[in-house]
């Protein structure tokens, strides 16, 4: 029989920081919260045809409390087939993530980096696109 300790409960650190790690991270729900476009600032009234990037964020959260809270810079990718959003710059959060066994803190570095390995293995693409495609209210 194999038997588990249970996870400690997740709570807010004096620093502002949820302290998990990645296994217990990918057990949670995140739903999309918002996503916008990014202000264009191109240059107007030229006659000539001027490259643009089509750039937003996006905001995931957990339900229930602490909160987990992940949101990314996203830019729609049109040089190659097919076209997407893709992830710019690493996630911002309020997530530590912290060594599965003895639970030392891995750090800002290797968190950024992890959270980076995390979002790019989620589906977050599609919910993100429906989101900004809807009508706002005027």
């Known amino acids: ?33 918002i996503s916008c476009l990014d202000e264009q600032s191109g240059a107007r009234g030229v006659l000539a045809a001027v490259a643009t990037d089509i750039t937003g964020y996006t905001e995931w959260v957990s339900a229930g409390w602490p909160a987990i809270s992940l949101g990314w810079d996203w830019q ?4 190659g ?34 959270l980076e390995f995390y979002v790019d293995r989620q589906a977050w693409q599609a919910a993100t696109l429906d989101y900004l495609s809807r009508p706002r209210p005027a």
């Open 1 to 33: 029989m194999l038997l588990t300790t249970p996870l400690p409960p997740l709570s807010v650190s004096a620093d502002g920081y949820v302290r998990l790690s990645l296994p217990e991270l990918e057990a949670i729900t995140l739903g999309h919260l």
């Open 76 to 79: 729609l990718a049109v040089a």
């Open 81 to 114: 087939q097919p076209a997407g959003l893709r992830r710019l710059h690493a996630p911002r959060s309020n997530v530590m993530l912290v060594d599965d066994s003895s639970r030392v803190d891995h750090g800002q570095v290797k968190t950024a980096t992890l």
